[in-house]
């Protein structure tokens, strides 16, 4: 009598492990095929944030050329950071020949290099007015 009840007590603690297991596995699953997994940057905008910045701070010849190659090194290391935190490929949007609504990185980037729209309109009005002092009426 003892071994059949034992039998079915196993055989019931395997059964109710077996479907917590599966529920847990569906949860995981359903997570993994409705995360993106593409994703995209303007790295133009980027790019062009960055050289009104540099051209507002007045930088000349090497320091542009030097400025030019910090920004490409941390460019990089903040896609590569982006990828991992998104657990996506990031592709160019301007490459993208697509009607999917992928998620937009841009200015997640943006704000990490320090190039917010609002800053880039300052710069941009430093620079006119740099331009408008140096022209002669």
Do not use: W
Request: glycine share 6%; hydrophobic share 45%; with cysteine.
């Amino acid at each position: 009598m003892k071994i059949p009840f034992l039998s079915v007590t196993i055989a019931v603690s395997i059964g109710v492990g077996l479907g917590f297991g599966a529920y847990q596995v569906k949860d995981r699953i359903s997570d993994f095929l409705n995360r993106p997994r593409f994703a995209v940057v303007n790295l133009n905008s980027v790019v062009k944030a960055n050289e009104v910045r540099v051209v507002s701070q007045g930088k000349r010849g090497g320091e542009i050329m030097a400025e030019a190659e910090r920004f490409a090194k941390r460019l990089k290391e903040e896609l590569a950071q982006i990828e991992n935190e998104c657990d996506c490929v990031l592709l160019v949007s301007s490459a993208v020949i697509s009607n999917a609504k992928l998620p937009d990185y841009t200015a997640h980037l943006s704000a990490k290099l320090g190039l917010s729209a609002e800053l880039q309109s300052n710069q941009l009005q430093q620079i006119e007015a740099q331009l408008n002092s140096g022209v002669k009426r």
